[in-house]
């Protein structure tokens, strides 16, 4: 992904100033090679080369990721013979582009909306484009995060991983210290998250949200009631997969899980991206 890409990935109507930002920014850093990459015998990455490990012995989860746009459940279908699953052909889409509008869309019922949370969530989609967060240049929380289409770079560190995020230049903070849970935080964008290990996977659990989040463009609601749990693993070199179980009574009459895959990004770096600077798009926006 190009710079201009990136800048104009988060644009909400394509202008021809952003068609001429297209070109490759090659004193940006955005094409360094990454050190360290395994490589096969032709020279080339070795994805499926075993993750990295920390002087502690532990996956390490350091470096530039984004979606995969191939989850766990596309993996079957791929093993099987077929390039996508049924409900990618039949809409074009791929199943992680998909949770970024629909986090619950791959469960077999849905999300279990309780009846407030689905006649909110009728009212966002009707408001579409003009109260979401990333239209409003808001923070994304935590799930919105994990399925947005921009760079996030992981940096892993004795008692600390922070993830840093191209949108916004938005950070969040995974302590691994030993620290307890905060009983009564002052509710945040990405809420308070506190980590361990059980064997290679990460066992993150994170409170401490706002009452008004999205989980998702398509306005499936988060409450400040809502628990969220991570198990996060490193498979591979090339990928991550995190696994990600919502709590949240207000909102939902039941937990619910889903699993994100993220692929590693090679030879790039974060870009600076302001969603507000110069923005002349949104003035323009109508509910119908």
């Not at 920014?25 to 499926?48: C, M, S």
């Not at 093993?79 to 052909?89: E, I, K, L």
């Not at 949370?117 to 579409?128: C, G, M, V, W």
């Not at 039941?254 to 590693?264: E, M, R, Y």
Request: aromatic letters at 8%.
């Amino acid at each position: 992904m190009n710079s201009g890409f990136r800048v104009c990935a988060g644009a909400m109507i394509v202008s021809a100033a952003c068609l001429l930002l297209v070109s490759p920014a090659v004193a940006q850093w955005l094409h360094y090679p990454t050190a360290g990459v395994p490589k096969n015998k032709d020279g080339k990455p070795n994805l499926d080369a075993p993750a990295p490990r920390t002087a502690d012995g532990k996956p390490d989860f350091s470096g530039m990721w984004v979606p995969a746009y191939i989850s766990p459940r596309e993996a079957q279908f791929l093993a099987a013979g077929t390039s996508q699953s049924p409900a990618a052909r039949e809409t074009g889409d791929d199943e992680n582009a998909r949770e970024l509008g629909n986090i619950g869309w791959g469960l077999k019922d849905g999300l279990p909306f309780t009846p407030w949370a689905a006649e909110l969530r009728k009212t966002r989609i009707a408001q579409f484009r003009v109260d979401d967060p990333l239209t409003s240049c808001l923070p994304a929380g935590v799930v919105g995060t994990h399925t947005d289409l921009l760079y996030k770079k992981w940096i892993q560190v004795p008692g600390l991983i922070a993830i840093l995020s191209e949108r916004n230049a938005d950070y969040r903070q995974i302590f691994t210290d030993g620290r307890p849970m905060l009983e009564d935080p002052q509710p945040t964008w990405n809420g308070y998250s506190t980590g361990k290990w059980e064997g290679d996977t990460l066992v993150v659990h994170s409170n401490g949200f706002r009452d008004d989040g999205w989980l998702d463009r398509g306005g499936s609601p988060s409450t400040e009631s809502m628990k969220l749990t991570e198990r996060i693993r490193r498979p591979t070199y090339g990928r991550m997969e995190i696994e990600m179980t919502v709590d949240d009574p207000k909102a939902y009459t039941k937990p619910w899980t889903v699993t994100l895959a993220q692929k590693l990004a090679l030879n790039t770096e974060l870009l600076g991206y302001y969603c507000v600077e110069n923005e002349k798009d949104r003035k323009h926006l109508t509910r119908k």
